[in-house]
């Protein structure tokens, strides 16, 4: 079994930063992919960014180049760096992780505000 929990979010004006935090507990494995999503009110669950292995990642094409996810393989924590935010990205963001036979977790999410 795992469980993730995340950290980091709240308000923040347009054009500024957060750092979300998500720490795994459980069978963790270097094998599990890792990812953020994000739900906003009326709209599906959409990709933001994940990561495979040492350096493969992918991004959502809406976030790209101002968002940066990293793995910290020890200590099973991953964070989104989310720079230049604007109102677009105001939503609840949800770790996920998938086992590399398809078993997937996710988290509580937690809330991102951007205001204008």
């Known amino acids: 079994q795992v469980q993730l929990v995340e950290s980091g979010g709240g308000l923040v004006q347009a054009g500024g930063s957060l750092r979300l935090s998500c720490v795994a507990s459980?069978?963790?494995?270097?094998?599990?992919?890792m990812a953020w999503y994000r739900q906003s009110p009326g709209k599906q669950r959409d990709l933001v960014a994940s990561?495979?292995?040492?350096?493969?990642?992918n991004y959502g094409a809406s976030v790209k180049g101002r968002f940066t996810i990293s793995r910290d393989y020890a200590k099973n924590t991953v964070d989104l760096q989310m720079n230049a935010l604007d109102t677009d990205d105001t939503a609840v963001y949800y770790c996920?992780?998938?086992?590399?036979?398809?078993?997937?977790?996710w988290g509580q999410g937690t809330q991102v505000t951007v205001s204008s």
């Open positions: 990561i495979r292995g040492p350096d493969t990642t």
């Open positions: 459980g069978s963790i494995a270097s094998s599990d992919t």
């Open positions: 996920y992780l998938r086992k590399r036979w398809g078993t997937q977790y």
